[in-house]
């Protein structure tokens, strides 16, 4: 379409449109050179100078515009903030879910691993205390299956013969005797414990060094067995293991470890030994970590 | 395409009320661009009411006006934000003169116009600016600037329809024969 609906107007002559162009021209490169101008001058000399303290009057100048421009905008400025803080709270919601559901994991774990501290701490001062047996070090195991129930005396642990466990090796905790290994596999090991009615440990009353053997009795407590009527022994005493008596039938519990504290004696008319109740210094059902006694030097 | 000398160049020019206008509009956008709107990030974008005001004022007042305006509009951003002085005038000055004489000559009448103009300008001003700011080896960050490039035509789009109008309200529109003009091309 030709511009047949545009104005005519009449022919400019031509020395007039160039000499608007040649001013046009000048008044660009003129500007250009001096914005090239401001640049060099300010670029060699950024913080000193004629140009930079004419810059900072300028720029003070002008900071009351831009106080004014700023408090003119507060309330747009906080009316999208909000918009679009509404915006992005379903996003930051499931955000926040997800890292509280990590938190509240890592929360239970910190717990658990807590609850396990006391008795760790009770183990390592049981190793490096003055009761610990000399000739044996100590392997540290968690306890990975508990006796199932009330008819269970076996649980097992998971360090086996590949840390030196061996069978018939003596298992303690942080308070005292736990039992005897009686079966090894490379990484796992099965403790039969104190009131397994298999057990028998050689002991000792501390106190009045009474000897005897304990085993579970009647009702699943642990009793001191074969102690004489003429023996004296009473209750609060606290029975260690007894450790070999005679080196040609070594004991397979080494001497002093802690095995409980005698609640109650009895004695019958008609019974050849005393009946001494032993309550244990270990809480069989609630055993996390254990260490297996093994000796330094093979026997 | 009809080329065609303008009429009346000798009238071309801008009232003294129509500058006053046009430095007041481009002052306020300056110090908005500095105080305000700098700091909105709009998907790692800042609108620039600036330019989009300078590409107004150019499509509507020409070239020499342009040139001006991007000058001293320009020099009140560096010394606002206490800046290089004179690099963001370098860029808005051949930004102003360059749109100016696109409204001169082939934009005028065109309601695509301004839309076209601030487009392009986002783009050439954003890439002026990083190419100035590596001559001078200052921090120049293509990859933020280019990824920025989109939002950012968008953004400035948006600000077009309602600043290109007000501008038009405050400066009435020149007549043809104000405009310094060589040549008007058709369809």
């Keep these: 379409m030709l511009a047949s609906s545009v104005e005519r107007s009449k022919p400019t002559p031509y020395p007039s449109k160039a000499r608007s162009a040649l001013v046009r021209r000048t008044i660009l490169v003129v500007l250009v050179l001096a914005a090239l101008a401001l640049v060099t001058v300010s670029f060699r000399s950024p913080t000193a100078g004629a140009l930079h303290d004419l810059q900072g009057a300028g720029a003070s100048a002008l900071r009351p515009f831009q106080i004014a421009a700023t408090r003119v905008a507060a309330p747009f400025r906080d009316a999208y903030d909000y918009l679009d803080s509404l915006a992005r709270a379903k996003a930051q919601n499931a955000e926040l879910k997800r890292v509280n559901a990590e938190l509240r994991r890592d929360v239970l774990i910190s717990a658990a691993r807590a609850a396990k501290y006391p008795e760790l701490l009770r183990l390592l001062h049981f190793e490096q205390g003055p009761s610990f047996p000399h000739g044996y070090r100590v392997v540290n195991a968690s306890v990975i299956t508990f006796p199932a129930g009330p008819f269970a005396h076996r649980l097992t642990i998971d360090a086996g013969s590949s840390s030196g466990i061996r069978v018939d090796s003596p298992v303690v905790s942080g308070d005292g005797l736990v039992g005897l290994v009686t079966d090894v596999s490379p990484e796992t090991a099965t403790v039969m414990l104190l009131t397994d009615p298999q057990s028998a440990v050689a002991a000792r009353d501390l106190r009045h060094g009474v000897r005897g053997v304990i085993q579970v009795g009647p009702g699943g407590t642990l009793v001191l067995n074969d102690v004489p009527k003429q023996q004296v022994v009473q209750a609060g005493d606290v029975i260690v293991t007894d450790g070999t008596r005679n080196p040609r039938y070594p004991d397979l519990y080494p001497y002093g470890i802690p095995i409980g504290r005698v609640a109650a004696v009895g004695a019958t008319d008609t019974a050849t030994f005393l009946q001494v109740q032993v309550q244990p210094f270990v809480s069989f059902g609630s055993l996390d970590a254990v260490g297996v006694l093994v000796p330094k030097h093979r026997r | ?187």
């Design chain 2, 1 to 187: 395409m009809v080329g065609r000398a303008a009429p009346r160049e000798d009238a071309r020019g801008v009232s003294v009320g129509d500058g006053v206008k046009a430095a007041v509009l481009l002052f306020v956008a300056a110090i908005a661009q500095v105080s305000v709107f700098a700091q909105l990030h709009v998907f790692g974008a800042v609108p620039d009411v600036l330019l989009v005001t300078l590409v107004a004022v150019c499509l509507l007042r020409g070239s020499i006006a342009g040139a001006l305006g991007g000058f001293f509009a320009g020099l009140l951003v560096d010394t606002a934000s206490l800046g290089t002085l004179g690099l963001t005038s370098l860029v808005l000055t051949l930004a102003g003169y360059w749109i100016g004489r696109y409204g001169e000559t082939t934009g005028r009448e065109r309601a695509h116009a301004p839309f076209l103009s601030v487009a392009v300008v986002t783009v050439l001003y954003q890439l002026g600016l990083l190419v100035v700011h590596f001559v001078l080896g200052e921090s120049a960050p293509a990859g933020a600037v280019l990824r920025s490039l989109a939002p950012a035509i968008v953004l400035n789009l948006i600000l077009t329809a309602p600043l290109y109008a007000i501008t038009r309200r405050l400066l009435k529109t020149a007549t043809r024969g104000e405009l310094s003009t060589e040549v008007q091309l058709l369809g």
